[in-house]
Nanobody
Framework: QVQLVESGGGLVQAGGSLRLSCEAS????????MGWFRQAPGKDREFVCS????????HYADSVKGRLTISRDNAKNTMYLQMNSLKSEDTAVYYC??????????????????WGQGTQVTVSS
């Protein structure tokens, strides 16, 4: 089992910044990659970005490239999401998730076995 706990959400004005954290605990040695997803009201959960735990290889959704940056600190078992130049359309509940299978589709929520409880990000215009 892997437990994930997000923190860092909140209310910010458009153009502002936030940093989300996701701390992993439990059997983290089996984690291949971790990702961030988000779900806005009335919309499906969508892939935001991911990072492989060993090599640090990152992938981003086109909608966030250049504004959001994912990183991880293996020593702290923590993943981060630095969010800059925030827009109102970034408003959503953000979830971190852990993927165990290196051959699964990194953008698919079904590929991630463990999930955090989510943290709300609200961007006011």
């Amino acid at each position: 089992q892997v437990q994930l706990v997000e923190s860092g959400g909140g209310l910010v004005q458009a153009g502002g910044s936030l940093r989300l954290s996701c701390e992993a605990s439990g059997r983290t040695s089996g984690v291949y990659a971790m990702g961030w997803f988000r779900q806005a009201p009335g919309k499906d959960r969508e892939f935001v970005c991911s990072v492989t735990w060993g090599g640090g290889i990152t992938h981003y959704a086109d909608s966030v490239k250049g504004r959001l940056t994912i990183s991880r600190d293996n020593a702290k078992n923590t993943m981060y999401l630095q969010m800059n130049s925030l827009k109102s359309e970034d408003t959503a509940v953000y979830y971190c998730a852990a993927r165990m299978d290196p051959f699964s589709v990194r953008t698919a929520s079904a590929a991630y076995r463990y999930w955090g409880q989510g943290t709300q990000v609200t961007v006011s215009s």
